[in-house]
């Protein structure tokens, strides 16, 4: 049998794996060792252990453990939520008022932790008891849960754009740069079908417990620059040092995560059980994720080695597509691996595949890894498998069925098809502001 027939039964080999209960990390390692005994006989051992002192070695991996521990601190720090009271002061009197403030929220939220899920578990048990008592329909609160909580994909510093720059050997400050258009639209337009919807069917109570209510301007300004400051802070700490050249990633990770020590600690909150379940949260989600990293290395590595690469690259010339073409085949593949894979398994299973390719066809690297986050993102929310409806499943009240959290996030689908539509039709959205900042890392 040829190397290359081989390199093509390693996808089928490991979704069988998956669909018979083996974990993501555990199925990719086998397959890899398996197969790369065809290729480097008793050898394959040696091989591997290489694989994993080069991944090991890679500095900027040093920048997950910071940004997952700050994360944790920060779910018990209370800046959610104070950021909760202070945005319901100002937007809760707008049409859909409650979800906007979730939205918003959210983006914030997810501009200070970095993990993907964190956010949506962070604001759907605060917005969902509220948004119900007001009379919001479960489809509405399902949908803006989880595509607040998607955010976390997109908005910097994402863990997924970390990752990414890892394996594509890409300047993180370039990335998390590139994502702040694409996320400030996909926002506008999430929360812009917020507010139509309102107009057009608003809530049964929709102006209910508004937190603002009565309250004078001095009293709000103070509240707002209360709430607002600590959580600014950190953003243009973690943010501004990176996009600046300031900072590398694991020093800016660092100062993160000390500030949310230092959060917590004003908040009162900061004991020595906190820090427990916080230092425990961070080693198992970064074991798991450097696993998961490790694994796909292996995984890749072989697939290469048995000709993979020439297998693809010869699809590719058999179907005869231009640089476009090319694009949105790859799109594809991660919007189906997305369904079935997270999404360290997709970078770290389709990125070696993909830059050669990219190369080739002279794509930009930087509105491709963009273009990636979006479908990545969508793939988060999309039926039937839909990641996000897991995660809402774990805190959403008995009456909120499945149907209505799919029924929910399908608007917000529409809306990142539609971001991913003007990233295609306007590369500069994702190119232009990484010439335009000073990026040193």
Known sequence: ME??????????????????????????IAVGFLFGWVLYDYRVGIQLFNIIQTTASQFLLTAVPPFILMGCVLERSGIAERLFRVVQ??????????????????????????????????????AIPAMQRLGYRNDLIAGTVCAGGSLGTMIPPSLVLIV?????????????????????????????????????????????????????????????????????ALIVAVLGTILLGIATPTEAASVGALGALLLAAADRRLNGRMLRDAFLTTVRLTSMILLIVVAGSMFSSIFRGLGGNDVVRGLVDAIQVDALGLVLLLLAIVFVAGFILEWVSVLLICLPIFVPLLDLYGVDPIWFAMLTFVMLQTSYLTPPMAPSIFYLKGIAPPG????????GVLPFILCQIVVLAILIAVPSLATWLPTVLVTGF
């Open 3 to 28: 190397t290359e027939t081989l390199a093509v039964l390693m996808f089928p080999a490991v979704i069988a794996l998956l669909l018979l209960g083996l974990q993501v990390s555990f199925s990719l």
């Open 89 to 126: 002061i100002w937007v809760g009197r707008l049409p859909n008022g409650l979800a906007l403030t979730t939205m918003a929220m959210a983006t914030m939220i997810a501009a200070t932790t970095g993990i993907v899920g964190a956010v949506e578990v962070m604001i759907g048990l605060m």
């Open 164 to 232: 990414y720059a890892s394996v594509a050997n890409l300047s993180v400050g370039k990335l998390f740069a590139a994502a702040i258009l694409p996320g400030i639209l996909m926002v506008g337009l999430f929360m812009l079908y917020i507010i139509v919807r309102g107009i057009l069917a608003p809530p049964a109570v929709p102006y209910a417990d508004t937190e603002g209510e009565g309250m004078t301007l001095g009293r709000k300004l103070w509240l707002t620059l209360v709430g607002l400051l600590p959580a600014t």
């Open 400 to 407: 909120m069925t499945t149907r209505q959290m799919y029924a």
